[in-house]
């Protein structure tokens, strides 16, 4: 019988045309899926600081950035999204909002002067910051007419419910992406900075589905039909970053920095029907 429940709710979201639960393959595009994330500075510059250093968030771009930094520095930024969906079935409009008001970005970096060397200074820097935000909210309420769920599990009733009178589909999404980074980076004499940095990534999402459906038989008998899923995916991985800059003037620098693959060592699914 489950498998009949849920061959029926497949039918009926793909008249939504709404994908179903995440497969381990969406995760690694979830991973690969990243906003413009970081301080408000770094985010205001468009990620510009990748060549100019001397903001934490490059940490996770070209490294050698944390080099630039003369003092102790502490970042922390917030920061408000406002998704809205707008959804249209059969006749049927609904607006979506989902506000957040979050933590984006918190760092520390910790410079050790080296005067008496090539190697002026060092610098320590460790940085959080969310990568992308998963927050949404979809929903579906009209009458296709076409009823998913034909027959009650608890009865041996004959006439099939092929008549649908009402319908209803939720989709709630949540979660985030993320990356806790530990970089470390030097100046050498005036005009270059190395830096290299490692980097944990982390996913946290979840998915759950509500349908309830209102079917009716031959007889005018009404079928009540409620289908409830929930799909939760935690992944986690790990990926390496090397950069320089060099200072061709005082007004002149150019940046060169590399990135590795993301490696996964973890993946953890939990489905439920209920």
């Known amino acids: 019988m489950k498998k009949l429940i849920y061959l029926g709710v497949c039918i009926f979201c793909s008249t939504l045309s709404f994908g179903q639960a995440n497969r381990f393959s ?14 408000a500075r770094y985010k205001s510059l468009s990620g510009a600081m990748g060549a100019i250093g ?15 930094f003369n003092h102790h520095n502490f970042t922390i930024s917030a920061g408000s999204e406002n998704r809205n969906t707008e959804t249209s079935y059969f006749g049927n409009s609904i607006d979506n909002s989902v506000y ?11 410079v050790f002067d080296r005067q008496y060397s090539d190697w002026k200074k060092t610098v320590l820097a460790l940085n959080y910051q969310v990568t992308n935000n998963f927050d949404n ?10 009823a ?3 027959t009650h599990p608890n009865t041996n009733n004959t006439n099939d419910f092929t008549t649908a009178i009402s319908q209803d589909f939720e989709n709630e999404i949540s979660g985030k992406s993320s990356v806790f ?11 270059l900075y190395l830096g290299g940095s490692i980097n944990f990534h982390n996913i946290d999402y979840q998915q759950i589905t509500f349908l309830n459906e209102r079917n009716e038989n031959a007889n005018g008998q009404i079928l009540d039909a409620v ?6 995916n935690n992944a986690d991985g790990v990926s390496l970053n090397l950069g320089l800059i060099y200072k061709i003037s005082h007004n ?23």
């Open 54 to 68: 001397g903001d934490i968030s490059t940490i996770t771009n070209n490294p050698a950035g944390l080099g630039v």
């Open 148 to 150: 998913s769920f034909t």
């Open 252 to 274: 002149f620098r150019i940046g060169l920095a590399y990135e590795s693959p993301t490696w996964h060592y973890n993946i953890v699914n939990e489905n439920n029907i209920f």
């Open 137 to 146: 909210v979809t929903n579906f309420v009209g009458n296709s007419g076409f």
């Open 181 to 191: 980074s530990i970089g470390l980076a030097s100046q050498h004499k005036e005009n």
């Open 227 to 232: 289908f409830n899923q929930f799909d939760a």
């Open 100 to 110: 957040d008001l979050k933590l984006n970005q918190i760092g520390l970096a910790f």
């Open 26 to 39: 969406d995760l690694g595009v979830l991973l690969s899926q990243q906003e413009l994330s970081g301080s």
